[in-house]
């Protein structure tokens, strides 16, 4: 759901490996397929190299908006690396890393790196998602660093924005016309069935694939998964949080924190947050913000922010490690620790424009509110939602703090216009039967293991399993216990020996006192 290169959102799985790739190397096609369709656009810069393996890429044009040619077309780019092993495939896997808005193919490198084993006879199919990538781009106007630092009026207004300037080409920016362009890439490549793996975001738009295509699914595996029928209003995310600060600090060797109270020191923080936001400087690459830290931005921090790369490296202390101590020092008046925390995740601001991440989310995702009613009546739904929100479903923070700290759920979209806006995308649709895996970080407030509990029952055949002490997307961890189960599934049907599972290291704590 909601975020290296784009943001820190529900989307925002990178890598495969232990080691994130920021700029992976490119080079020009080995060859490139052909099939259906226009010719495929001349392969240039964009096409990487895999050592150890061919990689096979094309283009192929697309209606931009079915059924409405006026508005054109999209070229959406792709990669397939081919198996090392001599004879055909026996198979073909379909990769999305997440975001709405990430790129696949420049990834190829760290994708093929943690499905090694599995690429031995298995070909792996990245497709740039339309809008991103080496798919043209679109912009509308609203960066990365905008967006998530600006107030939530702010982001309405950009949303707003984004909209006007895509018009009516915002309506083919969805998560079935991505799925449909995966389709006609199969089709072209003369694929019978794919192996579908969602990481983030990739979890929801799988299986829309499987619901639009369920004829050529072999199985999937899906990882910091979410169901299509998410909560608009983020409960699991809000009951997470309070659930991994617990976690940590039972979990640490010697204990670094007591839970209940870092629970409560959360509380204290969001509290105080309400009522008196403080303003902490954001210095990226591309200039210096002034952010308004409120209860909404430290909802942000502590789901968003603080469930990436748990776990990567477990013996230093990641944000989700630090945050006990920060907490404990806000409360006692030193606010020096938490706002080092938020100049840190905030240094990672880009200017990458995030249209593609506005549109399907606001086009796609579950709202609390009706696409079809006009904006006074949107507000008044809205508004009666959050007011039958019972008391703690949102944890340590008010119902209205935590959905505003946001980027894909809560309020944000409901400026996105009803005119050229697709219904939302069905949330029980008919899925086949064929296995699913789905993996969730017991450290992860992203897509808790509430979420992916839910996401795994939309399958008749589906088998749901946490990984002890990690966080969104536990592909990341370093050992390769994850990813090895997810091979070994791919390959038999079958997760086979879990146990490495539930035996990872607890992540370090900054201890509280000491």
């Not at 699913?436 to 795994?456: E, F, I, M, Q």
């Not at 049907?493 to 509280?512: F, H, K, Q, Y």
Request: hydrophobic content about 35%; glycine content about 10%.
């Amino acid at each position: 759901m909601t975020y290296k290169s784009t943001a820190r959102r529900v989307g925002l799985a990178v890598s495969m490996t232990a080691v994130l790739a920021s700029v992976l190397p490119t080079a020009a096609a080995t060859a490139s397929a052909t099939k259906v369709g226009r010719a495929a656009a001349p392969v240039s810069g964009w096409c990487p190299a895999v050592d150890g393996h061919r990689v096979d890429c094309g283009r192929l044009d697309r209606p931009l908006v079915a059924g409405k040619p006026e508005l054109g077309e999209v070229g959406v780019s792709y990669a397939v690396v081919r198996h090392s092993a001599p004879g055909p495939a026996e198979g073909t896997v379909a990769v999305n890393p997440g975001g709405p808005g990430e790129t696949a193919i420049e990834k190829a490198e760290a994708f093929a790196g943690g499905l090694e084993g599995l690429l031995k006879d298995h070909d792996l199919l990245l497709v740039d998602p339309r809008g991103t990538g080496a798919s043209e781009p679109v912009p509308c106007g609203v960066t990365d660093a905008e967006y998530r630092f600006g107030t939530r009026t702010q982001q309405r207004a950009a949303v707003e924005r984004c909209a006007k300037n895509l018009g009516p080409k915002a309506a083919g920016y969805t998560s079935a016309a991505t799925a449909d362009d995966i389709d006609a890439i199969r089709d072209r490549l003369g694929v019978e069935k794919l192996s579908l793996y969602g990481l983030s975001y990739g979890t929801y738009l799988m299986p829309v694939y499987a619901s639009r295509h369920p004829e050529h699914v072999r199985d999937i595996v899906l990882s910091g998964a979410f169901p299509l029928a998410l909560d608009p209003l983020a409960r699991p995310s809000a009951q997470a949080v309070s659930s991994n600060l617990r976690r940590v600090c039972e979990r640490g060797v010697p204990a670094a924190c007591d839970g209940e109270q870092a629970v409560k020191d959360l509380a204290t923080t969001a509290a105080r947050l309400r009522d008196r936001p403080i303003t902490v400087p954001i210095t990226t690459e591309h200039g210096v913000y002034e952010k308004q830290f409120t209860e909404d931005k430290l909802a942000n921090l502590l789901f968003e922010s603080a469930s990436s790369g748990v776990g990567h490296e477990p013996e230093k202390p990641s944000l989700l490690g630090q945050l006990p101590h920060a907490l404990d020092r806000f409360v006692k008046g030193d606010a020096g620790p938490l706002r080092k925390l938020v100049q840190e995740e905030g240094s990672t601001g880009s200017t990458v424009d995030q249209a593609p991440y506005i549109a399907v989310t606001c086009n796609d995702y579950r709202k609390a509110w009706s696409k079809d009613a006009p904006p006074s009546v949107r507000w008044r739904q809205y508004d009666a939602a959050l007011a039958s929100v019972r008391p703690g479903e949102h944890g340590a923070f008010s119902a209205k703090g935590f959905t505003e700290g946001t980027t894909d759920a809560g309020d944000v979209c409901i400026g996105w216009p009803r005119e050229h806006t697709p219904d939302p995308q069905p949330t029980k649709p008919a899925l086949p039967g064929v296995p699913v895996l789905v993996l969730s970080g017991d450290l992860d407030a992203n897509t808790p293991d509430a979420s992916g509990k839910k996401a795994a029952g939309q399958f008749r055949d589906s088998r749901f399993f946490s990984v002890r002490n990690t966080g969104h997307v536990p592909e990341l961890e370093p050992s390769g216990c994850v990813t090895g189960v997810s091979s070994h599934f791919i390959r038999t049907g079958e997760p086979g020996d879990t146990s490495c599972l539930r035996d990872l290291p607890p992540i370090a704590v900054t201890p509280v006192h000491g």
